[in-house]
Structure formats: structure tokens, C-alpha cells
């Protein structure tokens, strides 16, 4: 079974902190993605990564950038929270396209 | 643009009754298209998808879609609902033409009552 874990489940942090979320996938994946879940919103791209060092900006990368030093780790950092970044934060992994496996999820509030 | 559409914010339905979930799609070319469920505090778990071939594609849990090429929709069903089945379904459409890219609905809770 594909494993994709995310370092925390809940987070709290300040406005104005920088944040890193950590995902982890153990399947040898070159895919991997990020997205904000927001209520009424679905799912939101905001960065992916075909390979090691390669990135790509999603559909809302405003306010993230993304490191990726080695194959398994796909990191999101938020250079200076905000409360506006306050969201479910999910991490998810592919070796083809089109069938992502997604970690459990990171909860991100900024107050 | 292209969208991924789910009419319904909440679906609620008894338990041991037919459940639907509806969702259509604007999308360019020939998409793939899925659904997805999420329990509370949960990441996205995969439950179907189609591709090519039969229109009616079977998955996880009891669950099954209906592809509809020309209503442009992908509805999820199951014969007989479970409280257990309660839960956030999204549905979403991958597209092949130009750049790679998932297109998420906006999600239907499901709520079956006991």
C-alpha cells in the first residue's frame, strides 16, 4: 500500500511565522502535489513537482513556495503566515498522473 | 474556464435507501474522471474512476457512477445506503489536453440517517 504521511495533523502558528509542512511518500513516486481545502472552495493546487528540484506553480502558489532536495519529501512553506492561510493543507503523490494518493492531512490555523 | 460542478452541498438520505450524488463537468477533450471520500479529519481516500470503456464503473464500498457523455456528468451511486457512509464525497476530472491538471469539485456532504 502507498503510504503518504504529513508531519502534523494539527498546527497552530502566528501570524507573520514562517511554516513548513512536511509530506513523506514511501512508494518511489516522481509526482508530488500540494492543495488547500477550503469549505465551499474543494480543492485548490497550489504547487507540484515532477521530480527532484523541479516545481511547478498551481492554480493559487500566492504566499508558498515549495522545496523538494530528494524523491520521498515534498515540503510547503509559508514564508510569513497569515490569517487568510488558515486551511486543511493536503499533500498527495503519483507515479502516473492521474491516480494521487493523499496523506491525511495538515490542519493550519493562524492566528 | 473548466469546472467540475456538484450541485448539491448536502445529500441526505435514509439508511437502506438508493443514494446519488450528482456531478457534472465543463471540461476539454476526453477527461478522466473520479470520485473521491473524505471522513472527518481525513485525507481523500479513492473510490472509482473511469477512463474509457463501460459507462458504468463499479468501486470501492459498494459504490458505482454513471458516465454520461453527452450531460457531461459523472453521478455517484450506491443501492443501499449505510450510516457509515456518511461522509465528504468529491468528484473530479483529470484532463489530458494541454497541461496535466486535476480539477476538484466543490464537494457534497452525505449524510444517511439511521
Known amino acids: 500500500d502507498v503510504k503518504v504521511t504529513q508531519s502534523s495533523r494539527y498546527l497552530v502558528k502566528r501570524t507573520g511565522e514562517k511554516v513548513f509542512l512536511e509530506c513523506v511518500q514511501d512508494m518511489d513516486h516522481e509526482n508530488m502535489f500540494w492543495y488547500r481545502q477550503d469549505p465551499g472552495l474543494g480543492l485548490r493546487l497550489i504547487y507540484f513537482?515532477?521530480?527532484?528540484?523541479?516545481?511547478e506553480k498551481g492554480d493559487i502558489p500566492e504566499g508558498y513556495s515549495v522545496s523538494r532536495e530528494k524523491k520521498e519529501r515534498f515540503s510547503l512553506i509559508l514564508e510569513s503566515a497569515s490569517t487568510n492561510q488558515t486551511s486543511m493543507y493536503l499533500c498527495?503523490?503519483?507515479?502516473?498522473?492521474?491516480?494521487?494518493?493523499f496523506g491525511p492531512g495538515t490542519r493550519l490555523t493562524v492566528t | 474556464a473548466q469546472s467540475v460542478a456538484q450541485p448539491e452541498d448536502q445529500v441526505n438520505v435514509a439508511e437502506g435507501n438508493p443514494l446519488t450524488v450528482k456531478c457534472t463537468y465543463s471540461?476539454?477533450?476526453?477527461?478522466?474522471l473520479f470520485w473521491y471520500v473524505q471522513y472527518p479529519n481525513r485525507g481523500l481516500q479513492f473510490l472509482l474512476k473511469?477512463?474509457?470503456?463501460?459507462?458504468l464503473v463499479k468501486g470501492s464500498y459498494g459504490f458505482e457512477a454513471e458516465f454520461n457523455k453527452s450531460q457531461t456528468s459523472f453521478h455517484l451511486k450506491k443501492p443501499s445506503a449505510l450510516v457509515s457512509d456518511s461522509a465528504l464525497y468529491f468528484c473530479?476530472?483529470?484532463?489530458?489536453?494541454?497541461?496535466?491538471?486535476?480539477?476538484f469539485g466543490t464537494g457534497t456532504r452525505l449524510k444517511v440517517l439511521a
Open positions: 513537482s515532477y521530480d527532484v528540484k523541479m516545481k
Open positions: 473530479a476530472a483529470f484532463t489530458t489536453s494541454g497541461t496535466y491538471k486535476y480539477i
Open positions: 473511469y477512463i474509457t470503456g463501460d459507462n
Open positions: 471540461v476539454s477533450g476526453n477527461p478522466y
Open positions: 498527495a503523490s503519483s507515479l502516473r498522473p492521474y491516480e494521487q494518493y
